[in-house]
């Protein structure tokens, strides 16, 4: 089988960011950037692909692991949303921050779980909905392709 389905996984926090910001830019209203990109982190966790976590459920990758890609990944999310979106005169506007935040959100739930192994039972449903999405894939060449892709798009179409 192509790509396997893992509750641990989830896409790079940089196409998921990325893809939040680029619509908070576009619509800069809450009500219409918060559940699109929300929509479409779902929509980008079940495209096949490569993440950081890949390798947890199965114990090749450890956790301490996991979280310092991971607190690096998104240090290169603030990067590039700052260098893709960011005014030289006046910044990043607070609905750009918010837009990655939201595009971001599902992982961030998810997180405790995942590094913690606590998971209150207000998350457990968000967490079983947003389970349902993951295809990661442990080839990290065909896994990160879609993601490059993302954000290649982001940056043409910006």
């Given at each position: 089988m192509l790509w396997q389905i893992s509750i641990l996984n989830h896409m790079l926090s940089i196409p998921h960011s990325l893809t939040g910001a680029f619509i908070a830019s576009k619509l800069p209203h809450p009500a219409l950037y918060i559940p699109l990109?929300?929509?479409?982190?779902?929509?980008?966790?079940?495209?096949?692909?490569?993440?950081?976590?890949t390798g947890l459920s199965n114990g090749k990758r450890r956790k301490s692991t996991a979280i310092i890609g991971e607190i690096l990944e998104l240090g290169?999310?603030?990067?590039?949303?700052?260098?893709?979106?960011?005014?030289?005169?006046?910044?990043?506007?607070?609905?750009?921050?918010?837009?990655?935040?939201?595009?971001?959100a599902p992982d961030l739930i998810e997180s405790p779980r995942n590094f913690l192994s606590w998971e209150p039972w207000f998350i457990k449903p968000f967490n079983k909905f947003h389970s349902l999405f993951h295809h990661s894939i442990p080839n990290i060449i065909v896994g990160l392709l879609p993601q490059f892709l993302v954000v290649g798009l982001i940056w043409f179409l910006k």
């Open positions: 990109t929300l929509g479409i982190h779902y929509l980008q966790d079940w495209i096949p692909h490569w993440d950081i976590g290169i999310s603030v990067a590039l949303i700052y260098y893709f979106f960011g005014n030289v005169n006046s910044g990043l506007q607070p609905h750009i921050w918010l837009g990655a935040l939201t595009g971001i």
